[in-house]
Structure formats: structure tokens, C-alpha cells
């Protein structure tokens, strides 16, 4: 007999996810600014693999982040919404 250690192996997975903004009008999703670059961030996760049947069970992705972007000015637009102090 088995036990569950012997038959499974852990598989990592990575990916890598980019983030890239850019800044729409919202009644025409016409492209106001487009980023200056794209930010790029690596996910991973553990799947466990039966030995014997090949059945993955996939784990969970772990989080990434990113840092703030501001969105800096946007040449000849003018916001329609007033903020808030």
C-alpha cells in the first residue's frame, strides 16, 4: 500500500501577468493617454500531480502587487467630476 506522499509530486507553476493603463474617455472609450510603460509581475503556484493516474489538482495562484501609478496630467482634457477634500 501507498501512501499519498508517495504517489504525488509538487509541480510548481509560475506565470508572469503585465499590467498596462491607459486612460479612456468614458462615452467613447476614446484613448486620452497611453502608458508610459507596462508593469509586469510573477505569480506562482504548487499543483499536485498523481504519480500514478497523471490527475493534477491545481493549487491556488499567489497574489501579486504593484506599485501606485499616478495618473498625471492629460494634455487638452479637462475633468467633468469635481474631487472631493
Avoid at 5 to 27: D, M
Avoid at 37 to 52: P, Q, Y
Wanted: charged residues 35%; without cysteine; hydrophobic residues 20%.
Amino acid at each position: 500500500m501507498y501512501t499519498t506522499k508517495q504517489i504525488q509530486k509538487e509541480v510548481t507553476e509560475e506565470k508572469e501577468v503585465t499590467r498596462t493603463i491607459n486612460y479612456l474617455e468614458k462615452e467613447t472609450n476614446k484613448v486620452l493617454k497611453r502608458a508610459s510603460s507596462s508593469k509586469k509581475v510573477k505569480l506562482t503556484r504548487t499543483n499536485k500531480v498523481n504519480k500514478v493516474t497523471g490527475e493534477v489538482t491545481e493549487g491556488k495562484w499567489t497574489e501579486g502587487s504593484w506599485e501606485e501609478t499616478p495618473s498625471g496630467a492629460i494634455e487638452n482634457y479637462k475633468s467633468s467630476q469635481v474631487s472631493k477634500q
